[in-house]
């Protein structure tokens, strides 16, 4: 644990892990167009933990799937790193998430048919690489599941599963996690067990996270939150608390 | 409810389409078969009517017993004094003695024509003065009026390049005899009868050459104006000493047309087992692709269920589904079994089975037959999906639909399906081993049971099987091969429903190979047994003709040659049953042939003795000296002394005769074929040599080695074959795509999981692999229950029921491990598609998919 937290979470101005400019998504044509993202331009830094925040349709999602290569832009320019993700082909792209993105969704994070070891270690399973094992071995220590290892999805309770997908996210050391309504599905202490975990990496293992959420008190675990609104950033805000973030969340609403 | 029924059905016009494939081919192959059935015999129908037109009456001997091989009544041929003395019967207006009998001419280049051992016959008769008597019409040239003149038809001067003038030869009895064609005719509108060559002499060459000097095959009669046929069948009837008959040239229209279709019944059964197999295949599929349909609508129909529909209600609008689809499938199959009757005419034609041209014919039956078994079997395939539809609770509507059903099968099932397995053997073995009025039908329903069987354990045993032969896929593939097996392993029900439509295909190609490789083992084995000699001259005939007994003759006196021995064969009522009796020179043919002789003496065998094989000198208690009535369709019930018990029944079969005892009781007098065993000291190329230069003289003649003339022998079985292949690589063809719509249809389902997949890094290549891997676990699978099965089924039919006698099985392992591979890449192309599907999927669209 010492070598990983030699780099610190509060290195600023960091350099970004992944960002766009003037990024837009465009819907439907004319009358019926939706303008899902409208010239966004973010940076998300390396080592830190991001929030993205905004009401439903607001293109948070769409924000979360343009930068993590799931979903091209109708214009602008996406960035992981300085590789610009329109650059990339299907195959470039997928190898590119493999290597350099974690993933943690809502729901349907594990691949049923696989057990949770072999969940955690997929990308570096598809990649046909073993990894670093003892940093794996790190990874499933702090998210707690070694006992879970050789149980199937089915066989996980919600909260498990979430953890699992942790793991999977940190196995693979990538330069950034994309987390999309990690906690949506999970009661709130099994919730707050997932959130610890994603501030840890950030502290502990210098992991760049960022996650789209809508809950106030999941947003309280970043370090920032990027607030948006019908497709624009409208609002920042760094080191939130729960009752600060809902208090400009209700400004927002108004 | 009707109104959610067809938005669904539209809404997946392709599922239903991929769907609607089994149950179109199925009904396809029941339609043409019908079809070309039909067809047939109406063509069949029209030529015996112009053969028939205007023959009021018909005088023959009565038949002495119904030949074998659907070769009709047979009958010696009356003698031609009679035709005067009835002339005088009343309403007699006009008469001609009719000859018809094997004859074969040779074309212009020297090439004996047509194919008689397999093809349409080659036939003699002769020219009738009686214009209403006479089918045939002149097209060039005259009526054959001398000696050594003939008129041929239409399609053998086609074939042969032959025009009027030419000089050429004609095989019948005696040596080859040289002729001048001097008329070319036609049959009615056609150019030949049904596609078989006729040569017409005058009377006294057709009697020489086709039945014997004084001698017609029958008398045909026209009736005086007014007298009906039966009147005048009546009058000739009281005219008629004993052993002759008169009938109505209607009855004899009627009989020589159901000879014909009686001829065609195994190959049209064998088409219609096809056409079953080819069905059941289709069912299982229907049966998937409606389980996976109505799964996928768990939530849909639950929701419907909450708003108020009842459960019949759901379970109605999922038949009516398959009733749609069944209907559809089975109109386009019926229209498309037109196409599959010209094929299989193509095919019969391309396999040298002639069949004569006609205008197809559509039956009322057939479009009956078709609809009705193409729709039942649909809708009774989707009867359990629909009846799980309607148990869904209203609850499901709230609930993520988990289609993760494992379906191992209960222990009810393992029961059900044990006995269903067990019924199946039963049905089978009794089919085979009891000697029933319709075995045919019990072996086939046992079949039937023995696949049902099977394919109700599949489920249990699906797992186990995919987990075995996934087992290489982890360490060949990585993580891509795990999640194939693992998939090939989530839902055995659904693999085992997929897996069982090739392992019916595969259960049949594999005992078919099996059971044809061991007939063709057990013919190779009795040769190799009983013959010596060097070469076997093959007349080309099929069993009606042969060459000249001259031939043998002229070849025994060659020096190159210790002994020529012909071989003759005819057929004589024995002991209950009538045979195929060969004839043997007994001075030449025991030097050639070791027949084994047990008791008795092998130069005995005279004008009035018998050779008996052991097992039937046992099983009718006959020893050396007794004598046994023998029926000969020309000379009647004669006695025959038991001069040879053998012990060999290869090439003789039961019974034997010698040449003496087959001319006392034969009219013609042909060797089928001639054995040859060279001089000491003699090359084979000059034995080869010298043998050629006299067969050289005969044409249509064939000089074979023992090798040569045993693949002539397996070609029959093997053109059987072939076709048999042929329609089974349409089930095949079925079935494979039943695993690719599988496929898809899972594809569909782990939609989100391939989202996921794709999204944390698994490139197009990969998902594409895991598919493929997935469909080749599911091909194998089929292809080894199959196997199995077949195998069992052959080994069973070949050893235990020893049905050739030699109790040999042989197993073709070269085949069945090429079938093995033809699965595993069937499994791979099926899944191109339905694998490129999936790669193109949108992840996004995949992850966010409710």
């Known amino acids: 644990m010492a070598e990983l937290s030699t780099s610190t979470s509060t290195a600023a101005p960091a350099r970004a892990a992944a960002r766009t400019e003037e990024a837009c998504k465009i819907y439907g044509k004319d009358q019926t167009e939706v303008r899902a993202l409208d010239g966004i331009t973010v940076a998300f830094e390396q080592s830190r933990f991001t929030a993205i925040m905004g009401p439903s349709g607001s293109g948070k999602s769409t924000l979360l799937h343009c930068s993590a290569g799931l979903d091209t832009l109708s214009s602008g320019r996406a960035y992981i790193g300085e590789v610009n993700l329109a650059a990339l082909d299907d195959n470039a792209l997928t190898l590119l998430r493999r290597e350099k993105i974690g993933f943690i969704f809502q729901a349907y994070n594990l691949v049923p048919t696989l057990t949770a070891a072999e969940n955690i270690t997929l990308p570096l399973l598809l990649a046909g690489k073993k990894g670093d094992q003892a940093w794996i071995e790190q990874v499933i220590a702090t998210t707690a599941i070694a006992d879970r290892l050789k149980h199937r999805p089915a066989e996980l309770s919600g909260g498990q599963q979430q953890r699992v997908a942790v793991a999977r996210a940190l196995a693979s050391r990538p330069q950034i996690i994309f987390a999309d309504e990690p906690t949506g599905n999970l009661d709130s202490r099994a919730g707050a067990e997932v959130l610890s975990f994603l501030r840890r990496a950030v502290d502990e293992m210098s992991q760049t996270i960022v996650m789209v959420t809508h809950d106030a008190t999941a947003a309280s675990y970043a370090d920032r939150i990027v607030f948006l609104?019908?497709?624009?950033?409208?609002?920042?805000?760094?080191?939130?608390?729960?009752a600060g973030v809902l208090e400009r969340m209700r400004k927002l609403g108004e | 409810m009707l109104g959610t029924s067809f938005k669904n059905m539209l809404a997946h016009r392709r599922r239903l389409a991929a769907t609607a494939l089994a149950v179109i081919l199925g009904v396809a192959l029941i339609a043409g078969t019908l079809v070309l059935t039909d067809t047939i015999s109406q063509t069949f129908s029209g030529l015996y009517t112009t053969v028939y037109q205007g023959t009021d009456a018909v005088?023959?001997?009565?038949?002495?017993?119904?030949?074998?091989?659907?070769?009709?009544?047979?009958?010696?041929?009356?003698?031609?004094?009679?035709?005067?003395?009835?002339?005088?019967?009343?309403?007699?207006?006009?008469?001609?003695?009719?000859i018809w009998g094997y004859t074969r001419l040779v074309g212009k280049n020297g090439q004996a024509l047509g194919n008689p051992a397999n093809g349409a016959p080659t036939l003699g008769s002769n020219w009738s003065q009686v214009a209403a008597l006479n089918p045939f019409?002149?097209?060039?040239?005259?009526?054959?009026?001398?000696?050594?003149?003939?008129?041929?038809?239409?399609?053998?001067?086609?074939?042969?390049?032959?025009?009027?003038?030419?000089?050429?030869?004609?095989?019948?009895?005696g040596p080859p005899q040289p002729v001048q064609v001097v008329g070319i005719v036609s049959f009615g509108t056609a150019d030949s009868p049904g596609g078989a060559s006729v040569v017409l002499f005058t009377t006294p060459d057709a009697q020489r050459l086709v039945t014997a000097p004084g001698k017609f095959s029958t008398i045909s009669f026209v009736a005086q104006p007014g007298v009906s046929q039966a009147q005048l069948a009546r009058n000739l009837q009281a005219a008629l000493p004993v052993g002759l008959e008169a009938v109505t040239g209607q009855q004899v229209t009627s009989e020589a047309r159901s000879n014909a279709l009686n001829a065609l019944g195994q190959f049209n059964t064998l088409l219609i087992v096809f056409a079953v197999a080819a069905l059941l295949v289709g069912a299982f599929m229907i049966f998937n692709t409606f389980s996976i349909t109505v799964a996928q609508r768990t939530r849909e129909n639950g929701l419907l269920r909450a708003l108020g529909a009842t459960r019949r209600q759901i379970l109605s609008s999922v038949l009516l589904e398959a009733v749609t689809v069944g209907l559809l499938a089975s109109a386009v199959g019926?229209?498309?079994?037109?196409?599959?009757?010209?094929?299989?005419?193509?095919?019969?034609?391309?396999?040298?089975?002639?069949?004569?041209?006609?205008?197809?014919?559509?039956?009322?039956?057939?479009v009956i037959i078709a609809l009705v078994v193409g729709t039942g079997v649909t809708v009774a395939a989707a009867l359990s999906p629909a009846r799980k539809a309607g148990k869904v609770p209203p609850i499901a509507a709230m609930q993520d639909a988990a289609v993760t059903s494992t379906g191992y099968g209960s222990k009810q099932r393992v029961f059900v399906g044990l006995g269903v397995l067990a019924l199946g053997a039963a049905a089978l073995f009794t089919g085979l081993l009891a000697h029933l009025s319709s075995p045919v039908l019990v072996v086939g329903v046992g079949a039937v049971l023995v696949f049902f069987g099977v394919a109700i354990l599949g489920r249990t045993v699906a797992l186990p099987i995919s987990r075995v032969l996934g087992a290489p896929l982890p360490s060949l593939r990585g993580v891509t091969g795990t999640i194939a097996r693992q998939n090939a392993m989530r839902n055995p029900k659904r693999t085992a429903a997929a897996a069982s439509a090739l392992m019916i295909c595969v259960g049949l190609v594999s005992f078919i190979t099996i059971f044809a490789s061991s007939a063709t083992a057990a013919i190779n084995t009795v040769y190799a047994r009983s013959f010596t000699g060097d070469f076997i001259i093959n007349s080309g005939a099929g069993g009606t003709g042969g060459v000249a007994p001259a031939l043998a003759r002229r070849v025994g006196q060659l020096p190159q040659v210790a002994l020529a021995s012909g071989l003759r064969v005819g057929m004589a009522k024995i002991e209950g049953g009538v045979q195929q009796v060969v004839a043997v020179d007994p001075k030449t043919a025991f030097g050639i042939f070791d027949v084994q002789p047990l008791q008795g003496n092998e130069n005995d065998l005279g004008p009035?003795?018998?050779?008996?094989?052991?097992?039937?000198?046992?099983?009718?208690?006959?020893?050396?000296?007794d004598h046994i009535p023998v029926l000969f369709a020309d000379t009647g019930t004669r006695s025959m002394r038991v001069a040879l018990i053998y012990g060999s029944s290869e090439p003789a079969g039961n019974y034997f005769l010698g040449i003496s005892a087959y001319q006392a009781n034969f009219t013609n007098q042909y060797d089928l074929l001639v054995f040859v065993k060279k001089a000491p000291g003699v090359s084979t190329a000059a034995a080869l040599a010298a043998v050629t230069n006299v067969t050289k003289d005969y044409p249509g003649t064939t000089v074979q080695n023992e090798a040569q003339y045993e693949a002539q022998v397996e070609q029959p079985i093997n053109q059987l074959l072939n076709l048999i292949y042929i329609l089974l690589l349409l089930a095949v063809i079925i079935a494979l795509l039943g695993i690719g719509n599988?496929?898809?249809?899972?594809?569909?389902?782990?939609?989100?999981?391939?989202?996921?997949?794709?999204?944390?890094?698994?490139?197009?290549?990969?998902?594409?692999?895991?598919?493929?891997?997935?469909?080749?676990?599911?091909?194998?699978?089929?292809?080894?229950?199959?196997?199995?099965?077949?195998?069992?089924?052959?080994?069973?039919?070949?050893?235990?029921?020893?049905?050739?006698?030699?109790?040999?099985?042989?197993?073709?392992?070269?085949?069945?491990?090429?079938?093995?591979?033809?699965?595993?890449?069937?499994?791979?192309?099926?899944?191109?598609r339905p694998a490129r599907r999936a790669a193109k999927l949108n992840i996004l669209r995949a992850i966010v998919t409710e």
């Open chain 1, 229 to 242: 609104a019908d497709g624009r950033i409208v609002d920042e805000m760094g080191h939130p608390t729960a």
């Open chain 2, 59 to 98: 005088v023959r001997a009565k038949a002495a017993f119904t030949g074998i091989q659907n070769s009709g009544a047979q009958r010696p041929p009356v003698d031609a004094g009679l035709v005067a003395s009835l002339r005088t019967v009343q309403g007699v207006a006009a008469d001609e003695g009719v």
């Open chain 2, 137 to 173: 019409h002149l097209v060039a040239g005259h009526a054959p009026q001398a000696a050594g003149q003939v008129a041929i038809d239409a399609k053998s001067a086609r074939d042969g390049h032959l025009a009027v003038g030419d000089t050429t030869t004609v095989l019948a009895n």
């Open chain 2, 334 to 366: 019926l229209a498309l079994g037109v196409a599959v009757a010209a094929g299989l005419k193509a095919l019969l034609a391309a396999l040298g089975i002639d069949i004569p041209a006609g205008g197809i014919v559509f039956a009322a039956r057939t």
């Open chain 2, 608 to 625: 009035d003795a018998i050779a008996v094989y052991k097992t039937a000198a046992t099983d009718h208690h006959l020893k050396i000296g």
């Open chain 2, 742 to 832: 599988t496929l898809a249809l899972s594809i569909y389902e782990r939609i989100r999981e391939i989202g996921l997949l794709r999204a944390v890094g698994m490139t197009r290549r990969q998902l594409r692999s895991v598919i493929r891997l997935e469909s080749v676990v599911i091909a194998l699978q089929g292809t080894a229950l199959g196997l199995l099965i077949g195998v069992l089924f052959g080994w069973a039919i070949v050893h235990a029921i020893n049905i050739f006698g030699t109790g040999v099985v042989s197993i073709p392992y070269r085949t069945l491990v090429a079938v093995v591979i033809l699965a595993a890449i069937g499994g791979v192309v099926t899944a191109i």
